[in-house]
């Protein structure tokens, strides 16, 4: 099988069989609930910020209620969901996660000059490498709308082979 993250590469000890399980998820989930309605300073951190210029938009993806409901069925809906990379408008609020990661050996799933449009139309959750695929689902989990990817947002020129943000 094709492993297409890094990550068990650092953390051996480690071992979730399947990363779309809600249990754990429904932990994270009451201990983000607590810090926002029993702890001061984590609910100061919880207002709407500026986001960054591109985020992925998870607001097609199944909601935490739905998710709840039909906790059986959570591989499906997330399977069959999409979610879109958005340009925001310039002083734009909203609440977002972050994932920066080790790309490993491979060239990460990048946003290009080529691939810009079509990511802003549509990202199909199954065609997203797995990594983001849980990060996507944590986020959205948690009932977060935004999700800002180092390797979606940053656009890299295959050609020039430098970093660009354009
Ligand atoms: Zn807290």
Redesign the pocket.
Known sequence: MKIDTPAPNFFTSVKLENSLDPTPLKQLRA?FD???S??E???ALQKDVVLPTRVLDLGAMPETNVLNDRMHEWQDLFLQSECKLVETTTGQLGKYATLSYCWGTGLPFMTTKETLSTRKTGIGFQSLPKTLQDAAMVARYLGLQYIWIDCLAIGMDLNLRFWCIY
């Open positions: 201990w607590d810090c926002n029993g702890h300073k984590c609910s």
